[in-house]
């Protein structure tokens, strides 16, 4: 798998090693670098925003033929693993052992169905997504349980792409894809855990934003600067044309042309129309209080925004989730904040017509232990349990109202209905209109299916069909 130092590696300028003092790295002179620096601008930003303008041909696939339901998916990642029977899976006639302080589950909209007693907004919603209550996969370390349930395998000698990276290959730029924004985000920052991209290499490497996106000002790396306006990153830029001799002279020479192209998308999205996504200043106030004026729910609220723009995949990951001390104090804070944002989202997007189109994915690694431990250290935590958890769907396809499988009385295993990573992913590419069947582009020429078969030594328990 990719170490953290390799993730850290990517996309870093080697430093300067040279004895001339003058120089820049390599040996480049300074006069080189004013010649040369509107390429590099172009070069680094387009880099910086998933774009090469060196990058080899993308790998060969095949546009996907089936019928699509969903354009789009928002997942909604819990890192560190949320607690199911705090969420979505309440136990209270487990006794306080289990359901520790948070034993008065709410009724919701659905007859029948009762979620976690600080989740008032969703109880209210529970018509428009459907809970699975019995995924599963028995993993408890974070970086194993993570990529398992992202990819939908184990780890070997592949390094596989998660979601995002393959809805990336087959509904972006080769698939008619033409937003400036990648088409893979992630919000605020990517996991680190694993290559999110895998074997299908940088061209798929998701576009992680920075930032927070509650602040005055969301400052997206390599979009918004820090306490910079628009207007001095207009000066930078006409002071960089002025120095550009080399440019001047050269205009119409094809080998430079792509690099042209590269330094004007990049800055049509810092200073254009398509960089303007992530200015959440020009939403009303009233809608960005009703998402919650916090880093997760004005990640929901940009994740909107972006999928209404076009993106075909938006990732939240929301940290915070790795609940081993004082775990019911945490949930009262985090709770309330999921609740507000992922209500809002939900109800957003089905008014604005973009929840029949937009899958959205509630999950973690794995959940978190049903008894409580409430020894010390712990004072009331929960730790890490991969054997039975929850996770959410709506929109794209997915009926809502309904609850898909069911744990046993403690939330210790799977009762009934086993659901593993690989049926929950193969549903979803099945109504974005991609064959779970089919193939992947291998480096190596090795035949690798979108999801892995029985044949592949993965549990299945078969996709969702009753809430497809």
């Known amino acids: 798998m990719t170490t953290k130092r390799d993730l850290e590696s990517d996309g870093v300028l080697p430093g300067s090693h040279g004895p001339n003092r003058g120089a820049c790295p390599d040996g480049v002179s300074r006069r080189a ?50 607690a199911h029977l705090d969420t979505f899976d309440p136990k209270p006639e487990a006794g306080s052992d289990y359901c520790g302080l948070l034993n008065n589950p709410l009724k919701t909209n659905v007859d029948g169905i009762r979620i976690g007693e ?19 996969h028995g993993q408890n370390g974070h970086e194993t349980a993570a990529y398992l349930t992202q ?30 924004i990648p088409p893979y985000v992630v919000l605020t920052q990517p996991q680190g855990r694993f290559s999110e ?121 929301s940290p915070g989730w790795d609940t081993h001390k004082d775990h019911f104090r945490l949930m009262r804070r985090q709770l309330p904040q999921l609740d ?18 937009t899958i959205v994915w509630w999950s973690g690694e794995f959940g978190r232990t049903p008894k409580v431990a409430n020894e010390s250290p712990w004072n009331g935590g929960r730790h890490h349990w991969g054997n039975c958890f929850s996770a959410v769907v709506a929109g794209g396809g997915f009926k809502g109202g309904h609850v898909v499988g069911a744990s046993d009385a403690k939330g210790e295993e799977p009762k009934d209905r086993p659901v593993y990573p690989a049926d929950l992913l193969g549903s979803m590419y099945d109504l974005l209109g991609i064959d779970p069947d089919g193939l992947l582009p291998h480096p190596m020429g090795e035949e690798v299916r979108v999801t892995p078969t029985a044949a592949d030594g993965v549990k299945l328990g078969g996709r969702l069909k009753e809430i497809m």
């Not at 209210?124 to 997504?129: E, I, N, R, S, V």
Request: proline share 5%.
């Open 118 to 136: 600080l989740l008032p907004e969703l109880a209210k919603l529970a018509d428009k997504y459907s809970i699975i209550r019995s995924m599963t």
């Open 33 to 82: 670098v004013l010649q040369w620096g509107w390429l590099g601008v172009g070069a680094l930003l387009a880099e910086r925003l998933g774009v090469s303008i060196l990058a080899a041909p993308s790998p060969t696939s095949e546009p996907a033929t089936r019928p699509a339901k969903a354009k789009a998916v928002i997942q909604i990642w819990m890192w560190g693993g949320p």
């Open 340 to 357: 507000k944002g992922m209500a809002s989202l939900i109800a957003d997007l089905a008014e604005r017509g973009l929840l029949e189109s």
């Open 151 to 180: 990819t939908g395998r184990m780890p070997d000698r592949n390094v596989y792409p998660s979601a995002g990276a393959v809805v990336g290959l087959f509904k972006g730029y080769d698939h008619g894809y033409r937003e400036l």
């Open 197 to 317: 991209a895998g074997f299908l290499g940088v061209r798929y490497k998701p576009f992680a934003t920075g930032g927070d996106p509650a602040a005055y000002r969301f400052a997206v790396e390599g979009i918004v600067a820090p306490g910079m306006t628009d207007q001095q990153q207009e000066t930078r830029r006409a002071l960089l044309e002025r120095v550009n001799t080399l440019r001047n002279t050269m205009q119409g020479n094809a080998q430079l042309v792509p690099a042209v192209d590269a330094e004007k998308q990049a800055y049509d999205l810092i200073l254009g129309d398509a960089g303007k996504v992530f200015d959440l200043s020009q939403e009303k106030d009233e809608l960005r209080e009703r998402y919650g004026r916090n880093t997760l729910g004005q990640s929901c609220l940009v994740a909107r925004r972006l999928v209404e723009r076009g993106v075909r995949y938006v990732t939240i990951n």
